[in-house]
Structure formats: structure tokens, C-alpha cells
């Protein structure tokens, strides 16, 4: 049995800067600042974010820290909002919906994310592009921990509570289009697939040690090849 973990943004789908948009709005309302605009969101959990810009723009951790569960309730409202926007051009990167159709009608292969979203915010971006969130069955969020490399390890406890019986961490593969994908679940030994459809080019995922890394997912066979070897 394979634990198939996607990342979300960059990697199963892009969101046309609604996240982005949505967080920013939600951290003035909340602080009174968005914190600097070039900062760079990719590969990292949706709490680090919003202490990294927080801090960067002067705002006291504990401040930060006391009111985090407000800034996500809001972030979340207004990220739907900015999804239902007029003009939004969101979509699934190209082959996700055949690799996830390929994955899902197998006996061996259990879906599931491993995403720096909160869980809300990663739905609702799924479900903007026509993926239906409840096809992933298990999975870890960034309302899980705010460390990435923490995430692994409650999407396997997650694997064995749903598989009833215990699943070893090399049986999980961890998809996704940073480095932080790539990395983070080494400590439960899980297998990673680096995919060049967000910022990084094959080349400089390839630095960062998978086991396989794709272009894109349009080639499915060659897809499921790489994330099932092994």
C-alpha cells in the first residue's frame, strides 16, 4: 500500500494569487499591517507565513501568537471570497485530474495532501478548480503545525488510524514543487517526488535529493511510474 501525499499550491493546482490576496487582506484587518509584498510564500506552512511577515514588519510574536486563530478565520472567509471573484482564473495544473484518476481507481494507493493550507483554505482552493476535497483520505495541514517537516508525521498516524494496522513511513510519497516538499518527510523516511510546475526548475529540486523529479504531471503513465517505484 502507497500513502500518495500532494502538496497543494503549485503542485496540484494554482490559485491566480488568491491565497496571497486573501492572507494579505486578513493581516491588516487583523495587525494593522501586511507585513513586506515580495516576501516569498512557497514551501512554507500557512502559520510560518504569517510570523515570518509579522515579524518582519515589527509586529510583537506573542501579539501575533495571541491572535493567530482570528487572522485564519478571516483569511478563510476572505479567500473564498477572493475564489468566487469575478475574472478568477484559477485551475488545476495540467494532467492532475487524469494522475488523480489513475492513482484513485487502484487497490494499493490511498490518497491524501500534505499541504502548509490551513485545512479550510486548502478545500476551498480545491474545490475552486473542480477538485473534490473528500478524494483525499488522509492528510496533514499547515492547522496542524506550522513546521513543515512536522506534517509527515501526523499524515502517517493519520494512514495507520485509517488503514487500521500500522503503515511504515517508506510506503508514503510526499508530492510536491519546492524543496520543502522534497525534504520534509525524510525524518519518517518517506519517499518524494519533486514536480517543476511552481517555482523551481527540475534542476534545483534535483539538488534537494528525491527520488524521481517530473516536469509536469501531462504524462500520466510515467507519473504514476515515478511515484509508485520503489
Known sequence: MKIVLFD???????SDGAGRRAIQRAL???????????????????????????????????VVSA????????????????????GFSAAAC????????????????????LTGNVQPG????????????SRFRVGAFGSDHGVRAELPAIALARARHLLGRDVAGESMVVIGDT????????AVRA???????????MRELREHGPAAVLPDFRDTAAAVSAILAG
Open 8 to 14: 497543494i499550491d503549485g503542485t496540484l493546482l494554482h
Open 28 to 62: 491588516v484587518e487583523t495587525y494593522g499591517t501586511a507585513g513586506p509584498e515580495e516576501h516569498w510564500f512557497d514551501g512554507k506552512t500557512d502559520p510560518q507565513i504569517v510570523h515570518e511577515l509579522m515579524a518582519l514588519a515589527g509586529v510583537d510574536a506573542g
Open 67 to 86: 491572535r493567530l486563530d482570528d487572522v485564519f478565520e478571516r483569511y478563510v472567509e476572505l479567500l473564498r471570497e477572493e475564489l468566487l471573484a469575478p
Open 94 to 113: 495540467a494532467g492532475v485530474p487524469e494522475l488523480l484518476d489513475a492513482l484513485e481507481v487502484r487497490d494499493d494507493v490511498v490518497l491524501g495532501l
Open 122 to 133: 486548502a478545500h476551498a482552493k480545491l474545490g475552486a478548480v473542480g477538485i473534490v476535497p
Open 179 to 186: 524543496p520543502a516538499d522534497v525534504t520534509c518527510g525524510r
Open 191 to 201: 519517499r518524494s517526488v519533486g514536480v517543476a510546475t511552481g517555482r523551481y526548475s
